[in-house]
């Protein structure tokens, strides 16, 4: 990544730097280091931003080593631009992509204590973090092709559906159980 950091509140390189939600608390979005934990609320924070879309253009043209910029760790926008290319300079795809992704592993981490739920709200939202543990527990084969991009975390969880219980036959009708004997 090409060295232009700048220390301070990531929204004022933005052009309607006024709205840029990290105006609020600059220094929660250079932590050290970047973990779930020590990003949520910036992550929290860009997610809410009206800024974000216009943020990831702008970084992804001016690499930071520092920082995260709409919702992402420096390590996460490794390659920013060239995803951004390769979906014919759609940025909302890009970031739609990635945050299904996170969903994902969001997700995951709750279940692995590295985060707690409340947390993992925050750093995805809650509707999107409610797809995703209902993709992971009911249609565990979709999660390849989310993380690939192929399927989005709203088409896949609407496919995700808690599979019936098989009847016993203590749960038919009279007349059924009498069939099923
Ligand atoms: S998306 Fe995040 S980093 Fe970018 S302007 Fe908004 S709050 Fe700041």
Redesign the pocket.
């Known amino acids: 990544m090409a060295s232009q950091t700048v220390r301070g509140?990531?929204?004022r390189l933005?052009p309607q730097?006024e709205q840029?939600?990290?105006?609020v608390d600059p220094d929660a979005?250079f932590p050290m280091p970047y973990t779930p934990k020590t990003t949520v609320t910036?992550k929290g924070?860009?997610r809410r931003?009206?800024?974000?879309l216009?943020?990831?253009t702008w970084?992804a043209g001016h690499p930071q080593d520092e920082?995260?910029?709409?919702?992402m760790t420096p390590k996460e926008r490794d390659g920013l631009a060239e995803l951004i290319a390769a979906a014919d300079g759609d940025v909302a795809l890009v970031l739609r992509r990635f945050d299904d992704r996170e969903a994902l592993s969001t997700a995951h981490r709750i279940w692995q204590h590295s985060v707690t739920r409340p947390e993992a709200e925050q750093i995805v939202g809650a509707a999107d973090l409610a797809r995703a543990r209902r993709v992971r527990a009911y249609a565990p084969d979709l999660v390849e092709a989310v993380v690939a991009g192929e399927v989005s975390l709203r088409d896949a969880a609407a496919q995700a559906a808690p599979k019936p219980r098989p009847k016993r036959a203590g749960d038919l009708p009279v007349d059924a159980r009498e069939v099923a004997a």
Do not use: E, I, K
Not at 20 to 23: F, V
Not at 49 to 52: F, I, M, N, Q, T
Not at 67 to 71: D, F, K, P, T
């Open positions: 509140t990531p929204g933005a730097r840029a939600a990290c105006r979005f910036a924070l860009c931003c009206p800024l974000r216009t943020c990831a970084v920082g995260v910029y709409a919702a």
